[in-house]
């Protein structure tokens, strides 16, 4: 769960680049993108994964879904 915290700073990231640069599409396909590749990733996970891996992969979700 530590690797969804990274959702906060996504959602303040992307809430200050909206008004910046008037588009907001980009974030949005960016966002789906991390998010696809996140959940690819955590399919790869078992019990010999390393913690390591996994808070990673939770990371690259957790930025997608911010």
């Given at each position: 769960?530590l ?11 992307r ?35 390393p ?16």
């Open positions: 769960m690797g969804l915290c990274s959702i906060a700073p996504a959602v303040f990231f809430w200050l680049t909206v008004p910046v640069f008037k588009r907001y599409r980009p974030q949005i396909w960016m966002a789906w993108s991390l998010q696809i590749i996140g959940a690819g990733l955590m399919t790869t996970v078992n019990e010999n994964t913690t390591a891996n996994t808070v990673g992969f939770c990371v690259i979700y957790g930025v997608g879904a911010g």
